[in-house]
Structure formats: C-alpha cells, structure tokens
C-alpha cells in the first residue's frame, strides 16, 4: 500500500499580542504569507478580510506586485492587526481555489492560544506570544 503524498501547506498564519508604542494599545497581528519565496520581489498577498463578531475571515484572493518596487526575496505578505479582541475567535482561511479551513483561537491581550488546528492543511498556523512593539 503506497502513502498519498503529504500536501505541504501553501500559506502560513502567525498570530501574536502587540503593543502599540504609539497610541497605548494592545493590538492582536495577524500576518498571512505564502510559504513560496519570491525572488524578484516581495509580493504582496491580495486578501478581503472580515471580522464579524467572534468569527474572522481571510478570503485569498492573490498576489499583486509591491506598491515599492525595489528588488527583494521574500514570501507574499498580507498583515491586518485588531484591537482589543477578546475571547474565543474561529478564524475561516479561504483559497485560491475555493477551499476552506478553520481553526480556534483563544485571544488575550497578552496571549494567543491555538485551541483547534486548521482541518485542511494548505495552511499552517503559528501562535507567537512574545509580545512585538509596534511604532
């Protein structure tokens, strides 16, 4: 019996606490990027995103070429921070092609914590707590 070959993920989610150096605030990051280098430019990663009471969505809409273009390799990037969530959030990734996956994050201002993983793995998701500074 032959395994299927294992689908590595084409997208990574990295959510982290932040805090606003400029206006006080805690902000929750999300950043979603391609797990594809790029090496003529950094692309940026074209996505309609929506927070709708406890349930966030990202729908993948592509990539669109970098608003400054100077030479650089690196991953497709979208990045949105929220403020002041709280609770438990299901965070909804759609793809190119249609496809769904979800997972469950336990939001603080100081902490994320992953409860459930995405079920389809075209996307990986990581939880950083070490809270970044933003300026």
């Not at 999300?30 to 990663?45: D, V």
């Amino acid at each position: 019996m032959t395994n299927p070959k294992k689908q590595s993920p084409e997208y990574r989610l990295l959510i982290a606490p932040q805090f606003s150096e400029i206006d006080q605030t805690n902000k929750t990051l999300f950043l979603l990027e391609t797990t594809r280098l790029f090496t003529n430019f950094t692309y940026e990663l074209s996505v309609e995103e929506h927070l709708d009471g406890k349930v966030i969505r990202f729908n993948i809409l592509g990539i669109r070429p970098p608003q400054l273009s100077l030479p650089a390799i690196g991953p497709a990037r979208f990045t949105r921070e929220y403020e002041n969530l709280r609770g438990i959030f299901e965070v909804v990734i759609q793809g190119l092609d249609g496809s769904l996956t979800s997972c469950s994050v336990q939001i603080q201002p100081k902490r994320v914590k992953l409860l459930k993983s995405p079920s389809k793995k075209f996307v990986d998701v990581i939880v950083n707590n070490k809270i970044r500074t933003a300026n």
